[in-house]
């Protein structure tokens, strides 16, 4: 039971560039999340997906797109790289229907814009 | 908006103490609290998760408290060791998207 994978682990983008964060989960989860941590600080939301075809913005999402064509897949598209993108990301998954399960985190990419 | 507090920032602590880690949260309609865990450099490590319904959760030397009304939660160590040393998170659960609000951690450092 792999949970949820986020590739790539590391990343350096130059300013400018575009890159997508890849996410996937196989616990068939209805609910996914894309959180960045800075250094020192909890998570925020950037963007999440209540299930396949629906997304919505979270408390950060500029600077970043999201899709959600499947049930496993949540990928975040970075646009045009800034140094304020450096950060770590996290992708979460969880199960809400009328109890709330737990939230399973991948291991974060930790991306590094300069 | 719901906004997460976690007191200490951080915690050193001689090996084989209990201690006491704190959360606090300003909306009382949440869903669940989890706790987790984080290694420098590393992912998130779900430790417990208390539904709103509940009181308390324990795993082994982890025991985890709600007091909802309050806007409270307390994650109790026992018989620290230096093996716990690590950041702990506290998040919350609440808002239309059933997103989990973070506090920014204590940092705890058990000393051999």
């Known amino acids: 039971n792999a949970g949820v994978t986020q590739t790539p682990k590391f990343r350096i983008l130059k300013i400018g560039q575009s890159m997508t964060l890849q996410c996937t989960q196989d616990m068939n989860h209805n609910y996914m999340y894309w959180y960045r941590q800075d250094p020192g600080m909890g998570l925020k939301l950037i963007y999440y997906?209540?299930?396949?075809?629906?997304?919505d913005k979270g408390e950060v999402p500029n600077g970043y797109n999201v899709s959600r064509s499947t049930t496993e897949d949540f990928p975040l598209r970075l646009e045009l790289a800034a140094p304020s993108q450096t950060s770590v990301y996290f992708c979460a998954s969880s199960y809400s229907r009328n109890r709330d399960t737990e939230a399973f985190f991948g291991q974060g990419t930790r991306l590094t814009v300069v | 908006k719901q906004e997460v507090t976690q007191i200490p920032a951080a915690l050193s602590v001689p090996e084989g103490e209990n201690l006491v880690l704190n959360c606090s949260f300003t909306d009382s309609a949440i869903y669940n609290l989890q706790w987790f865990r984080q290694d420098p450099g590393k992912g998130l490590t779900s430790l417990l998760l208390?539904?709103?319904?509940?009181r308390e959760q324990t795993s082994g030397r982890l025991n985890a408290s709600l007091d909802k009304s309050s806007g409270r939660s307390t994650l109790y160590i026992a018989a620290s060791q230096p093996g716990d040393s690590a950041t702990y998170l506290c998040?919350?659960?609440?808002?239309?998207?059933?997103?989990?609000?973070f506090g920014s951690g204590t940092q705890l450092t058990v000393l051999p």
């Open positions: 997906s209540v299930g396949a075809g629906i997304t």
């Open positions: 208390i539904q709103s319904s509940q």
């Open positions: 998040a919350v659960r609440s808002g239309s998207a059933r997103q989990l609000t």
